[in-house]
């Protein structure tokens, strides 16, 4: 298998930077704009605290700080935290330190990435991607455990997702050990962006796209695969709280022997006009039917749905026209571990008349229930506004296991340090 290690160009020469592929430690001095300044340092606490209040530039947070303090007196460690208001964070995008880039030809395989400075990128304006949308986008996070270490979820499955899809839109695509490498990386490179635990997580944004220039409709002639990262908060700040969905029966997201099975761009451009006319009437998202026999439940704009009945959890079957969470992958883990029965199968949508429970799934939410879903103008109610006993149980179980609060017997944790 071919190996990429992350490196830096492009960067002034007085900087220090020092990658170790081995350790998978990349370790590197801050960026430009901070070198003037101490950042990093492994003091007893009381007197990093001191250290800490003199920097002007950058926040600051020493592990466990406001949440456990008998962690707070056995740890000598800190990090660094860039300078924003970590409470008020949401997800929008709040730019990093670098970004990874690694190209290639077509016909070739990607080689080499390197770290770049955050910025912008140059593209022709006849790429690939901006004419004809050839392009992929991934999502994952990137968490602060209470130690101070950091974790990922799952990144592999991110990287298999992207190999499926670059294979359907004809694109070559980085290894599953480039890809993960390429995270790494990155998230390393940006660590002071990681929110202090509890607040938040380090989204991370892959982004494979054709950007060579085409006029005729042809395969780009040059790919890019990109990542960049930005701190997000909690979708639920104060504890998860009920979504209400709109049943649209005349948008389709996808439809059979398309692309709604892979995390294509033109996929999300194209509920954008259904989603934002949902949102002015007052519901949070769409839920979207099957185009054949506006029956079946696909999806909603980027996330999986769930159906609970007793101690039957249903969610339709991937064929094609729905993504492959790997929330969904988990939660049908999750759920069986805890004795419930999973289906993953045609769910018509009358079966949302007699259900217990609607939730959704992904990166973003987790776990998000559903209070309502208006279905040809008739609201149909979950949980009178309270959130199900069966989401909030794996909304908290998914949660727990992802920020290393307990024990990773699936294996799905990365920790980075
Ligand atoms: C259309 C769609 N469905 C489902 C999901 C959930 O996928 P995951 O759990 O991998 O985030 C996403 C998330 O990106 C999505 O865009």
Redesign the pocket.
Known sequence: METTGGFFTGLQTDHNYLVSRLSRAFRLLPPRISTEKKQFCQLPLEGLRLQFKKMSLFASYSEHNSIDQEAVIKSDRAYELGAIDWDSLGFSLTPTDYMYVMKCSQGQSFKKGELQRFGIIELSPSAGVLNYGQGLFE?LKAQRKQDGKILLFRPEE?AL?MRMGAERMCMPSPTVEQFVDAVTATVLANKRWIPPPGKGSLYIRPLLIGSGAVLSLVPSPEYTFLIYVSPVGNYFKEGIAPIHLLIDTEVH?AVPGGTGGV?TLG??ASVLKAQTTAQAKGYTDVLYLDCVHKKYLE??????VFVVKGNVISTPAIKGT??P????KSIIDVARSQGFQVEERLVAVDELLDADEVFC????VVVSPVGSITYHGERLSYGNGEVGVVSQQLYSALTRLQMGLTDDKMNWVVELN
């Open positions: 999502g991110n997702r997201r995390k996929n999300y999806e909603v704009s980027s996330c999986n729905i993504l969470g790997i929330t969904r799934t992904g990166t973003a």
